[in-house]
């Protein structure tokens, strides 16, 4: 299993499942993150979080903690 917290900068990935419990699950879910989608890897801020990626054409910033419960492919 690979997530999104393991994914180098400028590599793409498709979401392949979400992990995680209720809240968090939903809230990664109303950012646009939702199994299918491709997501690329613009940037990760210097002491490595939080992970900026470009989703469904905008712009997001995400904890470390969120990006592992992404499983991606």
């Known amino acids: 299993m690979k997530t999104l917290k393991e994914i180098p900068v400028g590599a793409n990935a498709t979401v ?13 879910m ?5 199994k299918g989608v491709e997501i690329h890897v613009r940037k990760v801020a210097p002491l490595g979080d939080p ?7 905008y712009e997001l910033s995400i904890r470390k903690a969120d990006a592992a419960m992404i499983e991606v492919e």
């Not at 392949?16 to 990664?28: C, N, P, S, T, Y």
């Not at 992970?51 to 054409?57: C, D, I, L, P, T």
């Open 16 to 28: 392949k499942k979400l992990h995680g419990e209720g809240a968090v699950k939903r809230r990664i």
């Open 30 to 34: 109303d950012m646009g993150i939702t």
């Open 51 to 57: 992970v900026e990626v470009n989703v469904r054409g």
